[in-house]
């Protein structure tokens, strides 16, 4: 059926060249979940190397330089959620409407994160008068109100309340919000043209948001340096402290996912893949093993340790040597046979795709059970046992992610279609 608005003829030239399954353009990537997991457990064991303070010690320093966990996350959020837009825009047919990515989304990702904020509010409260208590931080209700609408870091007291690493997960439904509306532009300025003629339309919007996010961080790090220097901990934050954070600061590293959703696409509506990504396809564990030298140099002379302030330069860097490393990583599990390389069988080992698979779970209770790995261990905030810490908290975190994943996320994934009426109705009752 043609979307609204087309005309009755457009519509019986569709029922004369039936279209192709968009489904047959958008293959599995059995190699993404071993990503996610790559992407958790860098964020997990940056916050336990410093919990437990192992990233302070000698040989060690190299845990405290693992941002890489959030930019994983938000170039593999824009690769899967942004290619059944660009394959819709490449091929001519009609894309997934607004509506109804948005409720897929809001099914996705709210249920979980409100039931996990309760359950931690509940049993991971924070001690209001033990600053090193760890636990979940909510100040009352004002404060409460903006972590359950991913808005905390509107509000730099409250920045790290609720899940400490909530954060990104507040630009991640910003892109949601956004990625349907630009996806309808670029569609709008391609009508009418080429394959080829298209692609480049979408590597120029795509650059253009990538110079538009460097322009809006230049011009927080550069204009309000003076203020940022002073902002060294939940007392002294100053909006300028947090604006960094924020989806526009973050949009180039989404937009480096959706340029390689537009290749993926643009390789499957083409028809035949072109030698050069032929060559990206054949080397995977050569580009592992120059996102591992990248890290080195990354770790070694660009790295800070904690929350320290980073000059703009520097921080930029980062920002890039960042974003470098995700993009040599994802290539492998994009481009090429699954079934060839050392560096794919560890992405599809089980243990590794099961952890992708639950990653979201994990991601929301690491730091809750990390808080209580210490209490039940009798740890010293910087002085305990990684091994052991980081051990509970995992072993907890999968399991309770596990939980999640088969008894909320799966069920209310499920019923995201169903009429109102319908949705509470048991799941054996559906026809």
């Not at 005309?7 to 279209?19: I, Q």
């Not at 979408?202 to 322009?215: D, G, K, Q, R, T």
């Not at 995700?326 to 243990?351: E, K, Y």
Request: net charge positive.
């Amino acid at each position: 059926m043609p979307p609204a608005g087309e005309s009755a003829v457009a519509g019986s030239d569709a029922a004369a060249r039936p279209e192709p399954d968009l489904r047959a353009l958008r293959p599995h990537y059995p190699c993404l979940e071993g990503l996610r997991t790559i992407g958790v457990m860098a964020l997990f064991f940056q916050h336990t190397g410093y919990t437990t303070g192992l990233q302070l010690r000698e040989g060690f320093s190299w845990m405290g330089h693992l941002e890489l966990g959030p930019a994983m996350f938000f170039v593999l959020s824009a690769f899967l959620l942004y290619q059944p837009f660009a394959t819709a825009n490449l091929a001519d047919r009609t894309a997934q409407s607004w509506r109804r990515f948005i409720k897929g989304r809001a099914f996705r990702v709210i249920p979980a994160y409100w039931v996990t904020l309760v359950l931690l509010i509940l049993f991971f409260r924070a001690d209001p008068a033990n600053p090193f208590s760890g636990g979940i931080k909510i100040d009352g209700w004002k404060d409460g109100l903006a972590v359950f609408l991913f808005a905390q870091t509107y509000f730099p007291k409250w920045f790290f309340h609720g899940i400490a690493s909530a954060y990104t997960l507040n630009a991640e439904v910003i892109f949601y919000l956004l990625v349907p509306v630009y996806a309808l532009l670029i569609r709008r300025w391609c009508r009418g043209k080429s394959l080829d003629q298209k692609l480049r339309c979408e590597c120029y919007a795509l650059l253009a948001v990538a110079a538009s996010s460097f322009a809006y961080r230049s011009f927080i790090e550069w204009q309000f340096q003076v203020t940022r220097k002073s902002c060294v901990d939940s007392s002294s934050a100053k909006l300028a402290c947090a604006a960094t954070q924020w989806f526009p600061g973050y949009a180039d590293y989404f937009a480096l996912g959706m340029a390689v959703a537009v290749l993926a696409s643009w390789r499957l509506v083409r028809g035949n893949e072109p030698r050069w990504l032929q060559r990206i396809g054949a080397s995977p564990d050569l580009l592992w093993v120059g996102a591992l030298v990248l890290f080195v140099v990354y770790s070694t002379w660009l790295g800070t340790h904690g929350l320290d302030y980073v000059a703009p330069v520097r921080s930029e860097s980062r920002h890039y040597m960042n974003a470098a490393i995700v993009l040599l990583l994802l290539l492998p599990g994009v481009f090429g046979d699954p079934s060839r390389g050392g560096v794919r069988h560890f992405l599809r080992w089980r243990p590794i795709a099961y952890t992708g698979l639950v990653s979201y779970g994990v991601y929301l209770w690491h730091q809750g059970f990390t808080d209580k790995a210490m209490t039940w261990t009798d740890s010293v905030p910087l002085h305990a046992n990684f091994v052991l810490v980081t051990g509970i908290a995992v072993g907890c975190s999968v399991a309770a992610a596990t939980l999640s994943w088969y008894f909320l996320e799966q069920p209310v994934n499920r019923r995201r279609d169903l009429s109102p009426r319908r949705w509470l109705r048991p799941l054996s009752s559906r026809s």
